[in-house]
C-alpha cells in the first residue's frame, strides 16, 4: 500500500461527494443511525488519528467546521498530513481501507 494508493482512495470519495449541498449531507448514511456527514467526519478524524499517532503527536479533535461542504476539503487535507508523516505501509493500508468503507456505506 502506498500514499499514492490513498491519495486515489480519497479522490474517489470526494467525486463522490464534493458537489453535494447540505441536505444530502444531512441525510441517514447507509444503515440509517448517523448523517453521511456524521460518517465523513468520523472519518476524517480516523485519519487526523493516525496521522499524529504516526508523528508522534498528541491527537487533536478535527474541528467540526459550521458547513458540512468543507468535509471534502478537510478529508483531503488530513490524508496528505498521514502521508507526509511517512507511515508504514500497513497504517496507509488502514487509511485506505476506511476510506474506501466510508465510500461505500454513503
Do not use: C, F, Y
Not at 468520523?42 to 499524529?52: D, G, P, R, T, Y
Not at 479533535?61 to 468543507?70: H, M, T, Y
Not at 508523516?85 to 474506501?100: C, F, Q, R, S
Amino acid at each position: 500500500m502506498s500514499a499514492a494508493e490513498l491519495d486515489r482512495a480519497v479522490t474517489l470519495l470526494v467525486r463522490q461527494v464534493g458537489h453535494w449541498q447540505q441536505p444530502r449531507w444531512s441525510a441517514p448514511a447507509e444503515g440509517g443511525n448517523v448523517s453521511r456527514a456524521d460518517l465523513v467526519h468520523k472519518l476524517v478524524q480516523e485519519i487526523a488519528n493516525l496521522a499524529a499517532d504516526t508523528a508522534g503527536e498528541p491527537r487533536r479533535d478535527v474541528p467540526r467546521l459550521p458547513s458540512d461542504l468543507a468535509l471534502p476539503d478537510q478529508l483531503r487535507v488530513v490524508a496528505a498530513d498521514l502521508a507526509l508523516a511517512g507511515p508504514p505501509e500497513p497504517v496507509l493500508a488502514d487509511a485506505a481501507a476506511a476510506v474506501t468503507r466510508t465510500r461505500a456505506t454513503l
